[in-house]
């Protein structure tokens, strides 16, 4: 079975530049997540979808991030402007379940803001 | 709200050396706790659990309990291997309402051999 896949691995652009990362999640999962992992703090959470609905994204920055899952499969995490506290790995994981523990992630988006 | 504290690292022990990571968390209710790793680049993945007070979790030698007394789920491993050097996440869930992982901050294992 593939595991979660993300795009790109790496990242490095300048401050107000936009990026947007790509997530493709473990076939048949609905539920997706978004989480941000600052260098030296474990991942928080963004935003969860479950199919193409958001369920949680009240820890998303609205003003800058925006995340949307077409379809119910893949799903698109954009950062517009960014900001030099965006840099962190951005993870993506896929549950096909609601059990929290039960997410398979992906191996993440290294970006770098300068 | 819910929140995970572990100790701080970097860690670095000998082969065969024990371990012991330590996690304490705060929460209501009666949360699910779990132990995440992840290798060098790989994503993370789930290396424990334990859903309720007194559970103890295990895998590859990996141990920790769920102690509700001290709000603790320390992990533990008699004799660790070069192949254990990894990040190790501890995490909570609530019991109730949408079960999104809460996270430590992370300790940094390097073992040596």
Known sequence: EAGVAQSPRYKI????????????????????YWYQQILGQGPKLLIQFQN???VDDSQLPKDRFSAERLKGVDSTLKIQPAKLEDSAVYLCASSSTW???????????????? | ????????????????????????????????????VQYPGEGLQLLLKATKADDKGSNKGFEATYRKETTSFHLEKGSVQVSDSAVYFC?????????????????????NP
């Open chain 1, 13 to 32: 652009i300048e401050k107000r530049q936009s990026v947007a990362f790509w997530c493709n999640p473990i076939s048949g999962h609905a539920t997706l």
């Open chain 2, 1 to 36: 709200g819910n929140s995970v504290t572990q100790m701080e690292g970097p860690v670095t022990l000998s082969e065969e050396a024990f371990l012991t990571i330590n996690c304490t968390y705060t929460a209501t209710g009666y949360p699910s706790l779990f132990w995440y």
């Open chain 1, 99 to 114: 059990v929290a523990y039960e997410q398979y992630f992906g191996p993440g988006t290294r970006l770098t803001v300068t």
């Open chain 2, 91 to 111: 995490a909570l869930s609530a019991s109730q309402g949408a079960q999104k992982l809460v996270f430590g901050q992370g300790t940094r294992l390097t073992i």
């Open chain 1, 52 to 54: 193409n609905g958001v």
